[in-house]
């Protein structure tokens, strides 16, 4: 038997939190579309191996900005796959975030 890649998929908090604003928060569009180089950004990963969905939340370090998207790198490991690893490069824009640390300065 041939084993699948694992893929996986960034989840819109924003959606979410539109969907269930009562017990879903996230923080104000303003502090999503504002992340900085060595901020700390909480994503929802939807995670697939074979015909099984994983949704794991991992935080991703910002590495780089520009003006749509963020570029950064996962800070922790999920728990349902060693194909995934701390280090790892993610794309990400301001609707994934659900949570967010900020580097102290």
Same mark, same amino acid.
């Given at each position: 038997?041939?084993?699948?890649?694992?893929?996986?998929?960034?989840?819109?908090?924003?959606?979410?939190?539109?969907?269930?604003?009562?017990?879903?928060?996230?923080?104000?569009?303003?502090?999503? %579309?504002?992340? =900085?180089? @060595?901020?700390?950004?909480?994503?929802?990963?939807?995670?697939? #191996?074979?015909? &099984?969905?994983? $949704?794991?939340?991992?935080?991703?370090?910002?590495?780089?900005?520009?003006?749509?998207?963020?570029?950064?790198?996962?800070?922790?490991?999920?728990?349902?796959? %060693?194909?995934? =690893?701390? @280090?790892?490069?993610?794309?990400?824009?301001?609707?994934?975030? #659900?949570?967010? &640390?900020?580097? $102290?300065?």
């Amino acid at each position: 038997m041939i084993a699948m890649p694992v893929t996986y998929t960034l989840d819109n908090g924003a959606e979410i939190h539109r969907e269930f604003p009562g017990t879903f928060q996230i923080p104000p569009q303003t502090d999503r %579309e504002s992340l =900085r180089p @060595g901020d700390l950004a909480k994503l929802i990963f939807r995670i697939e #191996i074979d015909d &099984e969905a994983h $949704v794991e939340r991992m935080w991703v370090q910002v590495r780089d900005v520009t003006p749509e998207i963020y570029f950064g790198v996962l800070d922790n490991d999920p728990y349902c796959t %060693e194909e995934i =690893r701390s @280090g790892m490069r993610v794309e990400f824009c301001a609707d994934h975030v #659900i949570q967010i &640390e900020r580097e $102290v300065a």
